[in-house]
């Protein structure tokens, strides 16, 4: 039954994928737009709902920055109709012209961005993501089908209810978006086999779903296994700088991929900077687990172990080690790390720069906390994920990223 049932949307999917790659770029605004007014007026039934899933959350003993990743107010509903009406306002890069050619023979070859057609899209925990991904789907021109998680489930169905309803008002076509009605793995399974239907697959979750859906998969993956994020602090750090970063890359929200979980410090700037950063992290009772050198400067952290290193979090736990050299901080990073997002704080130029072309990372920042890795922070509006691939789509995934291209070629009776 479940695969019958998935299947049959994939097939309508299709269908309304066609539609949808001949909407002109006003007529899908009007739609998110119509979204958004429907998120508002529809508030209290997704937080009723909402409120189903935070409960059951609580009783299973999630984590309290897992339930934060849950929980929906009406700030945070209006925060997802803002960022609909954000998306309406970006450019639609369906129909760009990437390059104009034409060969002596008189052949005019336009190579056309267009819709990459129906993306299946499996994630975890984050009810916002239903309202992010449908909208960013459907203003590059692509069907959606969504599976989210068994925790998040009411407020899944919630969502896309008002999105599907809202936007029919206002021309979106039948079966455009979709909700997975299963929250089991085997619709998981059944969505990575079904390339018949699926252009695309993007996995957002736990390191396991993630791995199950690439093992399966017969499309195109694009995703991030996990968010171990770095911040060094260079010889040549503003302690300032410092400390606030390196605060707010652990603590303004733990439980998500761009968040700190490595803090290395160079051994030249640790007795001056590490005991006010630690200071600050005691603020919000972060663990900390230190390795052998700084220890001494952290009382009471924990001895770090070798697993420390490539270890996500995604709590207010960090691991702490004092490097030798800029060097060492590049090679620690790129061994241990996941090529998502790492900063350096210094205010030496030459030495951003080694940093910032040596690390492997699909985002390296300079004097910017890692939490700025972020699709609505680079000005793209929701993002659909951030990306550790390095083949069509890397770092935060948006409207562009959500699209292939085609070329068309034109003449007067050419031949070979």
Known sequence: MIEATIHEMGQRARVAAQALSLLEAEEKNAILLAMADG????????ISANLHDVEAAQTKGLSSAMIDRLRLDAARVESMAKGIEQVATLHDPCGEILSDITRP???????IRVPIGVIGIIYESRPNVTSDAAILCLKSGNATILRGGSEAIHSNKAIAA???QSGASAGLPADAIQLIPFTDRESVSVMARMDRWLDLIIPRGGKGLIEAVVSQARMPVIKHYDGICHTFIDAAADREKAVRISLNAKTQKPGV?????TLLVHENAATRILPAIVDAWRTKNVEIRACEKSLPLI??????VEEDWSTEYLDYI???????????????????GSHHSDCIVTEDASAAQKFLRSIDSACVF?????RLADGEEFGFGAEIGISTDK????????LRELTSYQYRITGDGIIK
Do not use: W, Y
Not at 105 to 111: S, T
Not at 366 to 370: A, D, E, I, R
């Open 162 to 164: 008002i999105l599907q």
């Open 39 to 46: 998120l508002r007026r529809g508030s209290e039934d997704i």
């Open 366 to 370: 300079h004097n910017v906390s890692t």
């Open 391 to 398: 083949l069509h789509a890397r770092g935060p995934m948006a």
């Open 318 to 336: 960090v691991s702490v080690k004092i490097v030798s050299s800029i060097d060492e901080a590049i090679h620690h990073i790129n061994h241990f």
């Open 257 to 261: 991929c761009n968040a700190m979980e």
């Open 105 to 111: 023979n008189g052949m005019r070859i336009l190579q």
């Open 299 to 304: 009382s009471g952290a924990i001895p770090a």
